[in-house]
């Protein structure tokens, strides 16, 4: 059986690469709203990113508890403890530190 950080990077490796940078940028940003991340991406992505297409991520992301959303007087976006581990997982995925049972040494 998986543990839930497991589950999380599962689920976050089954993610396109911009929605995985989505995330990314929200957890180098911190609490934002929709645009300034949208212009993050839209900075990266040389074939521009869809500011609709953004929000929908948005929305997929708090429905997969990656993401919470808060709204005052404007909305904003902040990545959950999964959120955050579930990045921290991909990346030591990444450089090659994540464990796996029953792997070579």
């Known amino acids: 059986m998986s543990s839930p950080t497991e589950r999380n990077a599962t689920s976050l490796a089954n993610l396109s690469a911009t929605h995985r940078d989505l995330l990314w940028v929200l957890s180098q940003t911190g609490p ?18 869809d500011h609709t297409r953004v929000c929908d991520t948005l929305e997929e992301f708090i429905e997969l508890d990656l993401v919470t959303k808060h709204t005052h007087d404007t909305t904003e976006y902040r990545l959950t403890e999964s959120g955050r581990r579930a990045l921290s997982a991909r990346q030591a995925w990444q450089a090659g530190t994540h464990n796996v049972s029953g792997g070579r040494e």
Do not use: E
Request: proline share 6%; charged share 15%; no cysteine.
């Open 32 to 49: 934002s709203g929709s645009r300034p991340l949208h212009h993050a991406l839209t900075d990266y992505y040389t074939d521009g990113v």
